[in-house]
């Protein structure tokens, strides 16, 4: 369209370009390889055609076959899915199958928040028990270092073994 008519005045600019000599004096012109041009074209084609069209083609029959909700009345009884808010129906599928709730978002940042609040609180009393072990001269012995009761048996059974073998 409108490129196919600018391409002859684009073109004119790299009139000269190298030329390899042949037999019978022809002449073939040395350019650019157009390889990775097309194969970018075939690409954009391929997914223009597999998503953008489908895509447009569901966007416009469900604007036109459902439309946009619009606002009635609640019944007595009945509380709104929070999906039901949205007004194109597009909208609504995505808030209803791939976004999460709304009040399960901000129930999971409280807990974010409860968590943050305890790890500040826990290092406030690390802080405070090693300015006291610094100031009475101290040593470090309030830690617990757990044991895995799994390892404890292996070395009991280990220890009761040898104990029969030894004999006494």
């Known amino acids: 369209m409108i490129f196919s008519k600018l391409k002859p005045l684009l073109s004119q600019q790299s009139k000269v370009a190298l030329w390899r000599p042949m037999s019978e004096h022809r002449t073939f012109p040395m350019q650019p390889s157009r390889w990775q041009w097309n194969k970018f074209k075939d690409w954009f084609h391929f997914y223009v055609m597999l998503g953008v069209i489908p895509l447009g083609l569901i966007t416009v029959c469900a604007n036109v ?9 609640i019944p007595e009884g009945y509380t709104p899915k929070y999906w039901e808010y949205y007004r194109s ?80």
Do not use: W
Request: glycine fraction near 2%; aromatic fraction near 16%; charged fraction near 35%.
């Open 65 to 73: 076959f459902i439309g946009p909700a619009t606002l009635s009345e």
């Open 89 to 168: 129906p597009i909208t609504r599928f995505i808030a209803r199958y791939f976004l999460n709730d709304p009040q399960q978002d901000y129930e999971k940042y409280l807990c974010y928040l409860f968590l943050e609040k305890e790890k500040m609180q826990l290092r406030k009393l690390e802080k405070e028990i090693k300015k006291k072990m610094a100031e009475r001269h101290d040593y470090q012995a309030y830690y617990y270092r757990p044991v895995m009761a799994k390892y404890h048996r292996i070395s009991r059974e280990a220890s009761d073994y040898l104990e029969s073998i030894r004999g006494d």
